[in-house]
């Protein structure tokens, strides 16, 4: 069994070359032949020694993940299905713009979390992918893109851990993929430009902000405990108060002074304008401990399970502009890649479910939502809404 390349940052891929005693900086040789040039066969890293390459080919190799599909988008978004083995297999999108080109990464084969507006939470959870896995996304599409752009110089500016899975469920792997795509001698992105994006895992946010402060985006999607108990089940956990407490703890490490909301606008569910006033008080109250953030509000990509629809532009234009009027930046998510069902919340893969997330999930959708509406006197008004199963 040799080792998989792939599965490094820097510090162990030196240690990995020390094993073969070899020094530091042929591990960094190494390593930018691997990254930056996209190179993956030993005998052409001309300026390796050629004992090194030999013991290369020996004992290691670069494991790209087999490509199942890839589609183009009308848009330009390209969307991979790779498969990594046992009948799972993870979705990548390619999001081109004028200024940038953003990768979206998937963590995990399928998502234990199961958020109710999610696909991939739908499916249920099978593992977690490895450093290797999660990095092979990146060196694929990276190299795949320059050449068929025909560029010499970096085409992925942007990485968002957004894709499949809860990414701050599979830290151990995340973390040196992380390192990576930061390094200099890998993609040297900025760590504006590399976003994690979390459902809300509390205390490996703490772990994070330590190891590894990269730009943070939280799924909020509700302005209270009840309604997002039923969205976004991990709030049963980490509730609201403590969620919105360490980011604000998590802005004296970030590279960037505001943490992203995400919040998919859901029609009658949590897109009424009490919601936008009870999110602006939420809001309120913490920026006086000194949270900053911004709102991006998603327009929901219907999946026939999810029996939830998506707003309609008038009132997601509304609620942004209650959220603008209360000085909070808000915008709204453009909608790319939907006719190969590559947008915000529709990658599913093709996961086998071991675990009982997709049961879990199918129960859940019986349960009606609940959400507290202020009454004019300030008191809460709790009201329910039942999920048309029919979107
Ligand atoms: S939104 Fe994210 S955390 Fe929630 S189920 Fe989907 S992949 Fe998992």
New binding site residues.
């Given amino acids: 069994m040799t080792a998989n390349l792939l599965e490094f940052d820097l510090e162990g891929l030196a240690a990995f070359c020390a094993g073969l005693g070899e020094k530091r900086f042929r591990a960094t040789q190494l390593f930018r032949w691997i990254h930056q040039c996209g190179v993956d066969d030993f005998e052409n890293m001309s300026d390796l020694a050629k004992s090194l390459r030999q013991k290369l080919q020996l004992h290691a190799h670069v494991a790209a993940l087999p490509i199942l599909s890839q589609q183009m988008s009308a848009d330009g978004c390209i969307k991979w299905l790779f498969d990594v083995g046992a009948g799972d297999a993870i979705e990548t999108v390619f999001i081109p713009e004028d200024d940038r080109g953003t990768l979206c990464i998937s963590s995990q084969a399928g998502?234990a979390?199961?958020?109710r507006f999610?696909a991939?939470?739908h499916q249920g959870f099978s593992r977690n992918l490895s450093t290797g896995e999660i990095l092979a996304q990146l060196w694929f599409t990276e190299h795949f893109l320059r050449k068929h752009f025909q560029r010499e110089e970096r085409v992925i500016s942007n990485v968002v851990m957004m894709g499949?899975?809860?990414p701050l469920q599979n830290y151990s792997a995340l973390l040196p993929a992380l390192k990576t795509m930061l390094d200099d001698h890998a993609y040297g992105l900025s760590r504006r430009r590399v976003t994690v994006s979390t459902?809300g895992v509390l205390p490996m946010i703490t772990r994070l902000a330590q190891d590894c402060p990269v730009a943070l985006a939280v799924?909020l999607h509700a302005p209270n405990d009840n309604l997002r108990d039923n969205l976004?089940p991990l709030n049963r956990k980490y509730p609201l108060a403590a969620l919105l407490s360490e980011c604000t703890a998590y802005l004296k490490h970030a590279p960037r002074d505001f943490i992203t909301f995400e919040y998919c606008m859901l029609e009658g569910v949590n897109d009424q304008p009490e919601q936008a006033q009870e999110l602006i008080d939420l809001i309120r109250l913490h920026a006086k401990n000194g949270l900053r953030c911004k709102f991006n509000l998603i327009p929901f990509n219907p999946f026939a399970e999810s029996g939830l629809r998506r707003s309609a532009d008038e009132q997601v234009q509304k609620f942004a502009r209650l959220l603008q009027g209360a000085g909070i930046v808000t915008t709204v998510r453009k909608t790319r890649g939907d006719d190969i069902a590559a947008a915000c919340?529709q990658l599913a893969g093709d996961v086998q479910d071991r675990t009982r997330v997709a049961q879990r999930v199918a129960a859940q959708r019986a349960e009606p939502i609940h959400w507290m509406a202020p009454t004019p006197q300030g008191a809460g008004a709790d009201r329910s809404v039942t999920a048309d199963p029919k979107p």
Wanted: net charge negative.
């Fill in positions: 998502c979390v199961g958020c999610c991939t939470g499949m899975g809860e459902s799924s976004v919340g």
